[in-house]
C-alpha cells in the first residue's frame, strides 16, 4: 500500500514497534515539556527517569536507544541537563566506554576457543546433573573475565548448531544439507517425540549457562560493565575488587551451583530433560566430521587463542593496564597471529558492542539530569538515616527490584554515584562506603536473573536465534529462573546484612 508523504515518516517512526508503543513515546514527549512549565524541573526529572525505565522494561519492543535517545535529547533541550554535564559523565566514566568498545571485540576473536570448548562438554558428559553443571560452572569462570554476553553468543552458536543438524537429519535431510529449520512441518512422525526432548534439553541448558554468567560475572571487576563503573568509583584493582565482593559471591556461587544439579536431579521448573540417544548419535558423528575437515591453519589459530585467553587473564590479575587496553591488546594478538588483516572481517567485532555503548550514554545523560536536579538525594538520604546497619540491606534490596525491570547498569551507575557524593561530603566513613559499594554490585547483580530485563545475557537469549527453535518463550524465562532468583537474592541480601 502506498503512503504519502507525512504517511511514510509516521509508519517510519521507531520502525516495527508496535503502534501503542509508538503513541506512548509520543505522548512521554508531549507531557515532558508541559509538565517541566507547570510542576517544576523536579517532577519533570523523575517523569524523564521513569520514561526511561519504561523504555528499559519494554526492550523487546523496540532496542532502548532510540525512544531514550528521543527522550535524552528532549531533556538536554529543556536544560534538565546541560552537554557540558553530559560530557563531565562521559569522561568520568571512560573506562566502562573503553571496557564495552575494546574487550568485547576482542573476546569476539575466541569464538572459536570457546565453541570447541562447549562443544566437547555437551557431547563428552553423558550424566544431565553433570552436564548442567559444568555448564553453568564454565560459564561462570568464562564470565568472570570475558564478556557475558559473549559467553552467552557462544552457548546459543553451539545449540543453533546441534539443534540444526538434528533438525535437517529428523526431517530426511543430510546434516549438511541447507535447508530451513523454522519449521516443522517436513519432520518425520518417528522423529518428533526426541525432536522435543531435545528442545527441552537445550532450553535447559541454556537458562544454566545464562545464569552461569550472572553467577560469575559479579565476581570480578570486569565481569559486568557496572562492576568495573563500581570499581572505578570506589578505587578498587582486580583483586580488592574480588576481595570486597567474595563474602557474598562466593557463597552465592556456591548455593547456584547447587540448585543448577537439585532442579536437574528433581526435574523442577522444566529441567530435567535428557538427550535422547538417537540425538547423541547424529551430533557425535558431526563432531566427528568437523574434527576430520579441521585444518592445520584453524589449529593455529585455536593456539593462539588460547594463548592470549592465559595473557587476558594474568594481565587482568595484574592491572596492568585499563581494562579496555587489555581488550584491544587480545584483538591485536589473535588478529596478527591469526592471518585476520581484513578491515570488514575485524569490523564485524565491534558491530556487538557499539550499540550497547551508545545507549550507554543514553544511560549518562539520564544521569547527568539526575545529579543536577538532584533527584535521588532524598533517597539516599533516607537509606543514610536508617540505621547503619540496617543500610546495606536496604541499598540490595533498592538495586535489585529497579535492576529485575530495568538495566542494572542504569541502575547501578545512580546509586554509586549517590553514594559516593554523600561519601565525599563526609557523610560516611570509607569502610561503609566500601560496605555500600558491595550491596550495590551484588544488589544489581544477583535479583536481576528474575527477568530477561534485567540481564543483558537473558536478554540477548530471548532474542536470538535459538530462542523461537527451542520455544523458549519470555514467561518460559521467567519461571526457569525463579529458583535461581530466590536462592541467588535471598542468600545475597541475606551475606550484605550479615556477614558484611
Not at 500500500?1 to 509520543?26: C, D, E, R
Not at 519504561?54 to 532496542?63: D, H, R
Not at 568509583?233 to 559471591?249: C, K, L, M
Not at 557425535?284 to 574434527?291: D, K, T
Request: one cysteine or more; proline letters at 4%; a negative charge.
Amino acid at each position: 500500500m502506498q503512503h504519502s508523504l507525512a504517511g511514510a515518516l509516521v509508519h517510519n517512526f521507531l520502525g516495527h514497534s508496535p503502534h501503542w508503543y509508538k503513541l506512548t513515546i509520543v505522548l512521554f514527549l508531549i507531557a515532558n515539556p508541559m509538565v517541566l512549565w507547570s510542576l517544576g524541573p523536579a517532577v519533570a526529572g523523575w517523569l524523564l527517569v521513569g520514561e526511561f525505565i519504561f523504555t528499559l522494561a519494554m526492550a523487546l519492543k523496540c532496542y532502548p536507544l532510540q525512544p531514550g535517545g528521543l527522550l535524552v535529547i528532549q531533556a538536554l533541550l529543556l536544560q534538565l541537563a546541560t552537554p557540558e554535564a553530559l560530557y563531565e559523565e562521559l569522561a568520568h566514566n571512560f573506562p566502562v566506554i573503553l571496557l564495552l568498545m575494546f574487550m568485547v571485540a576482542g573476546i569476539y576473536f575466541m569464538k572459536d576457543l570457546l565453541l570447541f570448548l562447549f562443544s566437547r562438554i555437551l557431547l563428552g558428559v553423558r550424566a544431565k546433573p553433570l552436564l548442567a553443571l559444568l555448564f553453568c560452572l564454565v560459564s561462570a569462570f568464562l564470565s568472570a573475565f570475558l564478556d557475558a554476553l559473549t559467553v552467552t553468543a557462544v552457548i546459543i552458536s553451539v545449540s543453533v548448531g546441534f539443534y540444526s543438524v538434528y533438525h535437517r537429519v529428523a526431517s530426511g535431510r543430510g546434516a549438511r544439507d541447507d535447508v530451513g529449520i523454522q519449521s516443522d512441518n517436513d519432520v518425520i512422525p518417528l522423529h518428533r517425540d526426541d525432536l522435543e526432548q531435545f528442545r527441552a534439553f537445550l532450553r535447559s541448558l541454556l537458562m544454566h549457562g545464562a545464569v552461569g554468567t550472572a553467577l560469575g560475572g559479579v565476581c570480578t571487576l570486569v565481569g559486568e560493565p557496572q562492576n568495573l563503573l563500581i570499581g572505578h568509583e570506589a578505587g578498587w584493582h582486580f583483586g580488592e575488587f574480588f576481595q570486597r565482593v567474595a563474602p557474598v559471591s562466593l557463597p552465592v556461587l556456591v548455593a547456584g551451583l547447587t540448585t543448577c544439579v537439585l532442579l536437574e536431579k528433581l526435574s523442577w521448573f522444566g529441567y530435567g530433560a535428557q538427550l535422547p540417544a538417537a540425538v547423541r548419535q547424529v551430533l557425535a558423528e558431526h563432531a566427528r566430521e568437523e574434527e576430520a575437515h579441521r585444518t592445520r591453519s584453524q589449529h593455529a589459530a585455536l593456539l593462539v587463542q588460547a594463548a592470549a585467553a592465559l595473557i587476558l587473564i594474568l594481565s587482568l590479575a595484574f592491572h596492568i593496564a585499563e581494562v579496555g587496553l587489555i581488550g584491544l591488546l587480545v584483538i591485536v594478538l589473535i588478529t596478527a597471529f591469526s592471518g585476520i588483516t581484513d578491515e570488514h572481517k575485524i569490523g564485524r567485532a565491534f558491530q556487538e558492542a557499539l550499540p550497547f555503548t551508545a545507549l550507554l550514554v543514553v544511560f549518562f545523560a539520564v544521569v547527568a539530569v539526575i545529579h543536577q536536579q538532584q533527584l535521588f538525594s532524598p533517597i539516599i538520604e533516607w537509606v543514610l538515616a536508617l540505621p547503619q546497619d540496617q543500610q546495606p540491606g536496604m541499598l540490595f534490596i533498592a538495586n535489585g527490584l529497579l535492576s529485575a525491570i530495568s538495566d542494572n547498569v542504569f541502575v547501578a551507575t545512580i546509586y554509586i554515584t549517590e553514594v559516593k557524593q554523600a561519601f565525599l561530603a563526609g557523610g560516611m566513613s570509607r569502610e561503609h562506603f566500601d560496605t555500600l559499594a558491595v550491596a550495590i554490585n551484588t544488589g544489581t547483580n544477583l535479583p536481576s536473573v528474575a527477568t530477561p530485563n534485567g540481564q543483558a545475557a537473558f536478554l540477548f537469549l530471548l532474542t536470538s536465534a535459538i530462542a523461537p527453535l527451542v520455544r523458549l518463550s519470555y514467561g518460559r524465562m521467567v519461571w526457569m529462573a525463579l529458583p535461581y532468583t530466590v536462592v541467588m537474592g535471598g542468600l545475597g541480601w541475606w551475606a550484605v546484612s550479615y556477614w558484611l
